[in-house]
């Protein structure tokens, strides 16, 4: 499999939202769940939000809860993460990964006034 590629990062206020998306390949993107993670400098990578396969499954680690969702477009092989009232503590370099997939280059979000 080839690895995603992850875009619309970018330099936002507090307050602010960005729209993250991944575009995976592969006919079997649909039959596996996708995953967001983000990782902050000197942090640990942590996981944001997961989505089953069929999209009708969705989790949220406690930090963005209520602030993010998580979807997908399979018929695009298209995972997207909407990030709203972005906090300071929201910066970091967002991944999307399939279990099938290697890691991609991530995209860069900062949140910041």
């Known amino acids: 499999q080839v690895q995603p590629v992850e875009s619309g990062g970018g330099l936002v206020q507090p307050g602010g939202s960005l729209r993250l998306s991944c575009a995976a390949s592969?006919?079997?993107?649909?039959?596996?769940?996708m995953n967001w993670y983000r990782q902050a400098p000197g942090k640990q990578r942590e996981l944001v939000a997961s989505?089953?396969?069929?999209?009708?499954?969705?989790n949220y680690a406690e930090s963005v809860k209520g602030r993010f969702t998580i979807a997908r477009d399979n018929a695009e092989n298209t995972v997207y993460l909407q990030m709203n009232r972005l906090k300071p503590e929201d910066t970091a370099v967002y991944y999307c990964?399939?279990?099938?997939?290697?890691w991609g280059q991530g995209t860069q979000v900062t949140v910041s006034s």
């Open positions: 990964k399939s279990p099938i997939a290697p």
């Open positions: 989505i089953s396969s069929i999209g009708s499954t969705t």
């Open positions: 592969g006919s079997i993107f649909k039959f596996y769940p």
